[in-house]
C-alpha cells in the first residue's frame, strides 16, 4: 500500500488546485513545496478572476487554508523532492531539505514544479523587478498602458514580444543588451512600426525605489522610459528525476497529451513545466485542477468525461 495516491510537485497554482480538486475526491495526497515560487519578488497578481490585484503570496496563503480543511491533504512546505524513481507498484520520492532525508511512495505522481527562470544580465535590475519591470505582458501591461517602456532582452523571439507589447503602448524601445537577439530585417519592421531598437550594452537602469526613470547604455546615451518588460530564460528544473525519464519538448518543457498524462504511465505533468512557457496564474490553476479530475478518472478506471 502507498503512503499517498498523489505526490503532487510543486506547490504553485496548478499545484495546489490540483490538491483540492484531489482532495476533494477522496484521494490521499501530499503536497511537496520548496516554497521559492518564480514570481516572488511581484507585488500583485493579475488577470485571476475574484483576485485580480492579489499579491501572490496572498493567493498561495488562501488556497493553503483552504487545504487545511481536507484531513486527506498534507501540505509541506520548504522542503523538496532530491530524488523521484518509479517501479511496477508506483514511485518512490527522496524528501528533504537539501537532500533526502525521509522517503514517501505514491500510486501516482504530478510534476507541477513551475519553471526556473533567468533574467539578462543587467546591473540593477532586480531592483525593479516586480515593481515597474515585469516579464508578463498580458498580466501586467494594463498598468503601464499607454507609457514610455522598455523592452529589455537577448532571446531570438524578442521582436515578436516587442510587437505585442506595443498593443499596450506605441512609445517602446528595444534594448538588445549588445546582442544580436534583433535581426537587421525585424529592427526594419519594428521601426516601421514605431519601436526603436537600441544595440548597445546597458550600463545602468536609472531610477529610485523600484520606479525605473531611465536606461543608460554604454555609448552614453540615456533613454528616458516609465517602466518596462524583460525577456527572461526560463528551464525546468527536473534534475530530481533520476529514476523517471518523462519525454520532453524542444524546449526541454514535460511532454504531455491533452489531459496532462506523460509517457511514463501514473506520472502528470500541469502548469509551466508542461507547456511552451510562464502561464498566467488563472490558467495553471485550471491545468492542475483539468489534470486531477483526469488522476482520479485513471486511478477509477473510467473514462475522462468534460463537466
Known amino acids: 500500500?502507498?503512503?499517498?495516491?498523489?505526490?503532487?510537485?510543486?506547490?504553485?497554482?496548478?499545484?495546489?488546485?490540483a490538491a483540492l480538486n484531489l482532495g476533494r475526491s477522496l484521494a490521499r495526497v501530499l503536497v511537496i513545496d520548496a516554497d521559492r515560487p518564480r514570481n516572488a519578488a511581484t507585488l500583485n497578481s493579475h488577470g485571476f478572476l475574484t483576485r485580480d490585484g492579489v499579491p501572490p503570496f496572498e493567493l498561495r496563503r488562501i488556497a493553503r487554508e483552504e487545504l487545511a480543511a481536507y484531513p486527506n491533504v498534507e501540505l509541506r512546505t520548504r522542503v523538496r523532492v532530491a530524488e523521484l524513481s518509479a517501479s511496477d507498484a508506483g514511485f518512490t520520492a527522496g524528501v528533504g531539505r537539501r537532500a533526502a532525508e525521509e522517503t514517501v511512495t505514491a500510486r501516482s505522481v504530478l510534476l507541477a514544479t513551475g519553471l526556473h527562470?533567468?533574467?539578462?544580465?543587467?546591473?540593477?535590475?532586480?531592483?525593479?523587478?516586480?515593481?515597474?519591470?515585469?516579464?508578463?505582458?498580458?498580466?501586467?501591461?494594463?498598468?503601464?498602458?499607454?507609457?514610455?517602456?522598455?523592452?529589455?532582452?537577448?532571446?531570438?523571439?524578442?521582436?515578436?514580444?516587442?510587437r505585442l507589447i506595443a498593443h499596450w503602448?506605441?512609445?517602446?524601445?528595444?534594448?538588445t543588451h549588445g546582442s544580436d537577439a534583433v535581426t537587421t530585417a525585424e529592427?526594419?519592421?519594428?521601426?516601421?512600426?514605431?519601436?526603436?531598437?537600441?544595440?548597445?550594452?546597458?550600463?545602468e537602469l536609472i531610477g529610485d525605489r523600484g520606479l525605473l526613470e531611465a536606461v543608460r547604455v554604454e555609448s552614453g546615451e540615456v533613454h528616458p522610459v516609465d517602466g518596462g518588460f524583460v525577456r527572461p530564460e526560463w528551464v525546468a528544473d527536473l534534475s530530481f528525476l533520476s529514476g523517471v525519464a518523462p519525454d520532453r519538448d524542444a524546449a526541454g518543457h514535460?511532454?504531455?497529451?491533452?489531459?496532462?498524462?506523460?509517457?511514463?504511465?501514473?506520472?502528470?505533468?500541469?502548469?509551466?513545466?508542461?507547456s511552451p512557457g510562464p502561464q498566467q496564474l488563472i490558467v495553471a490553476a485550471g491545468a492542475g485542477?483539468?489534470?486531477?479530475?483526469?488522476?482520479?478518472?485513471?486511478?477509477?478506471g473510467v473514462a475522462t468525461v468534460s463537466h
Not at 123 to 134: D, H, K, Q, S, V
Not at 141 to 156: F, T, V
Not at 254 to 274: F, H, K, M
Not at 290 to 298: L, S, W
Open 117 to 162: 527562470e533567468t533574467l539578462p544580465d543587467v546591473p540593477n535590475l532586480r531592483g525593479f523587478y516586480g515593481m515597474t519591470m515585469f516579464s508578463c505582458a498580458a498580466c501586467d501591461a494594463w498598468e503601464l498602458r499607454g507609457r514610455s517602456l522598455a523592452l529589455i532582452g537577448e532571446s531570438a523571439d524578442l521582436a515578436e514580444r516587442a
Open 187 to 203: 529592427e526594419a519592421e519594428l521601426a516601421a512600426a514605431g519601436v526603436g531598437v537600441v544595440r548597445g550594452a546597458i550600463v
Open 289 to 300: 485542477a483539468r489534470v486531477a479530475a483526469v488522476i482520479t478518472h485513471d486511478t477509477i
Open 254 to 274: 514535460v511532454a504531455t497529451d491533452r489531459s496532462g498524462r506523460t509517457s511514463v504511465p501514473g506520472l502528470y505533468a500541469a502548469g509551466d513545466v508542461a
Open 1 to 17: 500500500m502507498s503512503d499517498y495516491d498523489v505526490l503532487i510537485v510543486g506547490g504553485g497554482p496548478a499545484g495546489l488546485s
Open 169 to 175: 503602448t506605441p512609445r517602446l524601445t528595444v534594448f
